[in-house]
Every structure is written in structure tokens, then in C-alpha cells.
């Protein structure tokens, strides 16, 4: 595997690569990579010729007071997963390397971002979306591969992707789990032991509403009560937000018409977990 | 020459010309070609081996009340021309085709933005940017040539390009005048015979400036005011702004230090004129 620090070299691969008749596949991670990474890297080994995996802690996708100093971080343990993956390049710039002196553009996708996270979340999505475009320039890459445990991010990346007319398939990935339900995430390494049990709780109220939308369930109100009261059980557990939504618009509806998206935001403790499911009517 | 209107035609074709290892050449314009244009033409023809002209009024760029729908276009002398030129492919897409239903993604380059037509366009680097990053997407050129007599469209250009590692060398091409001064540009066909006369105050005021600094002015004040009282000679003109800066920061400067950015602004009649002279100190 090949280790790239610096953009220019990481450029001149990709040109000379897909000149050559590869089809490139990019995986793009902040790192500490748990199982529901590698599923995407599996699936990227399965989707081209070649797989970029970039590790880069983007300082610009978190506000003032969030966790970016904190944001677990484990190189060496990274490499050596990504190696046995056999990914073809490990992408990891430094922070001057992808923020030099002066930087001050950036992308953002203007609807998608006023719901679900983006309206807790001022600025978040704007780092994200910038440093996506940055890294699509950066790897050139015939596809990308997302996580759909951060659903919003996924639309809106597919969003500026298709806005900004990049020539690059967007794929979104399964959540992956614990074996007791928990979506993967690096940041429930933020949780002591009584907290684990709590966070918990996400996953219930989403099997919960599903059976009820399964027993026939498509009035808005009833679900979001359930999801509710399921995570009001549990005191460790606060919620930001339980939405029922249009799964590419994001706008809220009050039925399941046709798809919904249920996606809901819980801080426990001090971590703030996300989780969604999709229902089709 | 190749007319192209299909975004996904231009794609094709610069990915097969990319790895023959050609060396491609944009130059976007809003068409209604003048002699500035084609002095950009004949640059881009020296600096690689392709040639793409792309020709699309970008209504994005244009703020309510501006002149979107009278802004002149006649394709069909603009594409004999091209054909004189030897370009290689004339990109022409419709609106539906860069703005499809749904569209909601820009780019923005934050501080550049603050300062001279920034300040009195609000939205419109906004435009220029997000579309030029389109273009680099669709056309996927090595270099890309700009006129400067919109000096902070190339400067913001050239910062969104660098900001989002896009791996395109952005050149700047001077001023072209008409014989007696008058920066070319298509808005000038606004201009009546008397409003015509008027507009060469822009010129003439910028030569009185340039003129101050050759005897060894360094202060701002005296230079803008010189400058204002030329164009207040002139009951048809209006001056929006005039600004004496730092040609990459574009932050205002009180004196010439070393290299300073004369810019200005003024109607004349319906037309908002442009023009800019460099000093080097």
C-alpha cells in the first residue's frame, strides 16, 4: 500500500492511473476505522480497479466548541487494517497540506442543509462538502463510497456532486452494527459502560417504529411519539431531534406516501450519536 | 470545430483527449465576442494543443434587476468567428443543462468577495465562481484563460482553483483596448454616441493616475482624488466605486508600497463600465 501525503503526488497517480484504463475508487474516512469503514472499503474493492482510502481529521466540518481536538485518532492501527483490506493508497495530507495560508472558499448545498443535522449544526456540513469536492479534485475518482448511518451527508454530497457537475458516481453503504444493534461509529469510544447500554436505546425506538409502520402504521405522529418515548425511557439519553422525512429532499412529511426517511440525533452523555432507518410504504 | 451542448459529450471528449496527452485549453466566455475575447482565443491557441471556447450568458451571475435578458448575444456570428480562430470545440450548453430542477449547490470565495464589485454585486462572484467551477468539470482543461480587465473575477478564479485543488493553471490576459482606450468589453453596445464619448473619462482618468505615479506620487488620495475629479468632468458619468489596493488581497492600501490595483466603476447611461491599471512602485 502506498502511503501519499502530499496532493500534487496524489494527482499525478490518479492522472497516470486512469490514463491507463483504471477505474478508481475513493473511500473517504476521518480515520480510527471501525468495521463499518471496512464494509466500504470492501465494497469499493469490488466497485473498480484501484482503491484510494483518505484519512484526513477536517478541522472545517466541526464548530467552535465540538470535538475536534478530541476526535479519536490511531495511525498506525489504521494502516495496518487498511493494509490487510490491500487498499492501493493510503491518502493522508497534513492540515497545511489541504489548508494552506489563505484558503477561504468553500461549497455548500443550500436546502439540504437547513434540516436534521445541519440546522444543529451550523457550518458542519459546509466543511464537509468543501473538503468532498477538495478530495474529488485531490483523487479524481471514478466512484466514492459514503456510510448511509450519516444520511444527510450522503444527499448532499450526491447533491454537489451532481451540482457542480463532477463525473463521479456517488455510492451510499448499509449501516453497519454492533452485534446488539448500535450503528458503528468512531465516536462511541465517547461512551463509558453505563452509557453503552444507554445509547442503546437509538436502535430500539427505530425496530419500534418499524413494527409499527410493518402493522400498518403511516400517520407521522403516532411513529415520531413511539421513537419518543422509547428514548425517553432511558435518562443517560437526550434527544436533538427525531425527524420523519422526504428521503432525497429531506423536507418533512406527516404520512409515509411512497419512501420516508426516520432519522434522529441523540446525545448520551457527551457523545452525540445519529442513526435512520427508511421505510417504503 | 466541434459544437458541443451535452455536459456529458464535453466530459467524454476531454477524457479521451487527456489520455492521448493532449494538452487542453479553456477560455470561458458569455459570448458576443470582441476583440478582447479573441486576444484570449489567440493566447489559449500558444499555451496547449487543444482549444475549448465555452459560450454560455450565466444567469446565476446576474443579481434581480441586472441586465441578464438584454445582455447581447448573437451565436451565430460568435461561432464564425470561433471557426476563424481555429478553436477545436465551441461548448454552448442551454440553462437546462447547467442548471438542471433541483439545483441548489455554489461556491463561494469568502474575504476576495468583500471588496470592489463584490461589494455592489451581491451574488455575483457567487455566480462567476460556481460556474467556472462547473466549467472545470465539464471541460477538465490544463489551463484556463481570463481577461483582466475583471481583475477580481480572475483573482477569485484563481483562488477558488487553488482553494479546491483543482489542478488547472489559471493565466490572466491583459486589457484590450479600442483604439482610443476604451476597455473592449460586449457592454459597451449599450452605450449611444454621446454616452460613447463619456465613457472614455474611465480611460483617460486611469492614464492621469498612471501619470501621477511616474512623477513619484505614493499616496493614495491625491491618485483617487485625481481621478475623481476626471470622471466628475463628466455630467453622464457616475462613479460606483474607485479603488486603490493590493492587486491579490484586494484590501484597500493608503499608499503604493511596492505593487497596488487602481479599479474602477462607472455608469455611464445604462452601462456599469470596468477598468483597472497596475502600478508597480
Known amino acids: 500500500m502506498k502511503v501519499i501525503e502530499k496532493v500534487s503526488e496524489m494527482q499525478n497517480w490518479s492522472e497516470r492511473e486512469r490514463c491507463a484504463g483504471k477505474r478508481i475508487v475513493l473511500v ?22 484501484l482503491l484510494v482510502v483518505s484519512l484526513f481529521v477536517n478541522p472545517k466540518q466541526f464548530a467552535p466548541g465540538e470535538d475536534y481536538k478530541n476526535y479519536p485518532r490511531d495511525l498506525e492501527r489504521d494502516r495496518k487494517l487498511l493494509e490487510r483490506e490491500s487498499a492501493d493508497v493510503l491518502l ?10 489563505g484558503h477561504q472558499t468553500h461549497v455548500e448545498v443550500e436546502r439540504l442543509d437547513q434540516f436534521l443535522c445541519g440546522a444543529f449544526r451550523p457550518g458542519h456540513f459546509r466543511g464537509v462538502v468543501t473538503m468532498v469536492a477538495k478530495l474529488f479534485n485531490i483523487v479524481r475518482p471514478h466512484v466514492a463510497i459514503f456510510g448511509l448511518k450519516d444520511y444527510q451527508q450522503f444527499q448532499m454530497i450526491r447533491r454537489m456532486t451532481a451540482d457542480l457537475n463532477f463525473d463521479i458516481e456517488v455510492v451510499g453503504h448499509p449501516i453497519v452494527r454492533e452485534t446488539d444493534g448500535l450503528a458503528m461509529s468512531s465516536r462511541n469510544t465517547y461512551l463509558n ?3 453503552r447500554g444507554a ?3 437509538l436502535y430500539r425506538s427505530l425496530r419500534k417504529a418499524e413494527s409499527l409502520v410493518r402493522r400498518g402504521e403511516r400517520q407521522g405522529k403516532p411513529i415520531l411519539d413511539a421513537v419518543r ?24 412529511v406527516e ?27
Chains 1, 2 share one sequence.
Not at 422509547?230 to 425527524?243: C, F, M, N
Not at 419512501?259 to 417504503?280: H, M, P, S
Request: proline fraction near 6%; charged fraction near 30%.
Open 92 to 101: 493522508r495530507p497534513s492540515v497545511e497540506e489541504v489548508y494552506p495560508e
Open 193 to 195: 459502560e453505563p452509557e
Open 229 to 252: 418515548q422509547e428514548i425517553g425511557k432511558i435518562s443517560l439519553a437526550r434527544i436533538e431531534y427525531v425527524h420523519l422525512c422526504h428521503p432525497s429532499s429531506l423536507e418533512e
Open 28 to 49: 473517504p474516512t476521518m480515520g480510527f476505522l471501525h468495521e463499518g469503514h471496512l464494509s466500504l472499503v470492501r465494497e469499493g474493492r469490488k466497485r473498480g480497479d
Open 199 to 201: 445509547a442503546l436505546c
Open 255 to 281: 404520512k409515509i406516501d411512497d419512501e420516508a426517511l426516520l432519522a434522529l440525533a441523540v446525545w448520551i452523555g457527551k457523545a452525540r450519536l445519529i442513526d435512520n432507518t427508511i421505510f417504503k410504504a
